[in-house]
């Protein structure tokens, strides 16, 4: 089984955030996460287009773009043409999910869908067919370093179910809370993506030593 790290640039050192993405590069990272914001979708402003771009010059690694944001359909061409290889649009947010994801793979880009923690799995079932991948909010989005909400499992558990049944190509990822402990359980329900910001970047250690916990539970 293949468990792939997406560290969240989200608790990275923004004053050196070339060189915190080449670190978690250099430790073995097989995607990065980019949490973008507006403050009106979630109670929180993060970053834009722009620095995707500037990430995109600075590392090889794959950049999903995770949009926590009203209105995402304004903005994926922006994304795209900064150097998004994903882009995830919120089932929340999306009045015409099916033209969303149409929109994204016309770009040429993965299409990913997020669920926040109260969003029943069964909010999934028409869209599945067209995603590339899904992911589970394991908190409600806003801020980095929040606790896991472990009554997501369950639901993780029946998505997993959902993509073995119909979809098993399309990837299940985890966001929120994700540390040592409870990368363990969310593999266990069936995630194969995992998204960690505070363990990785906010490691005493450093990042190579937040993602070898990371790994090292997982035993792999
Ligand atoms: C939360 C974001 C997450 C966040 C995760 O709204 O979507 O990607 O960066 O941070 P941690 O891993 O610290 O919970
Ligand atoms: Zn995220």
Redesign the pocket.
């Known amino acids: 089984m293949t468990v792939a790290l997406a560290p969240?640039i989200?608790?990275a050192d923004f004053a050196r955030l070339g060189a915190h993405a080449g670190e978690a590069e250099a430790a073995g990272a097989d995607r990065l996460?980019v949490?973008v914001?507006d403050g009106q979708f979630?109670p929180n402003i993060t970053i834009g287009p722009v620095v995707v771009r500037a990430l995109r010059r600075v590392t090889r690694l794959p950049l999903e773009v995770?949009l926590?944001i009203v209105d995402a359909d304004r903005w994926l061409d922006a994304f795209a043409d900064a150097g998004a290889d994903g882009l995830t649009v919120h089932v929340e947010g999306a009045n015409h999910l099916h033209r969303t994801v149409e929109h994204i793979h016309r770009l040429g880009k993965r299409a990913g869908v997020a669920l926040n923690p109260a969003t029943p799995a069964s909010a999934l079932e028409e869209i599945v067919h067209d995603a590339d991948l899904i992911l589970a909010?394991t908190?409600n989005?806003?801020?980095?370093?929040?606790s896991f909400i472990a009554g997501t499992l369950p639901k993780i558990r029946r998505i997993r179910a959902l993509l073995d049944r119909v979809r098993p190509a399309c990837e299940l990822e985890v966001?929120?809370?994700?540390h040592a402990e409870t990368a363990l359980l969310a593999v266990d329900a069936g995630a194969r993506v995992l998204?960690?910001?505070?363990?990785v970047f906010e490691d005493p250690g450093g990042v190579a030593a937040g993602m070898e916990k990371l790994r090292r539970n997982l035993g792999g």
Not at 141 to 146: A, D, L, N, S, V
Request: charge should be negative.
């Open positions: 969240s989200l608790s996460h949490d914001m979630v995770h926590m909010m908190v989005p806003g801020f980095g370093g929040q966001d929120g809370g994700i998204v960690a910001g505070s363990a």
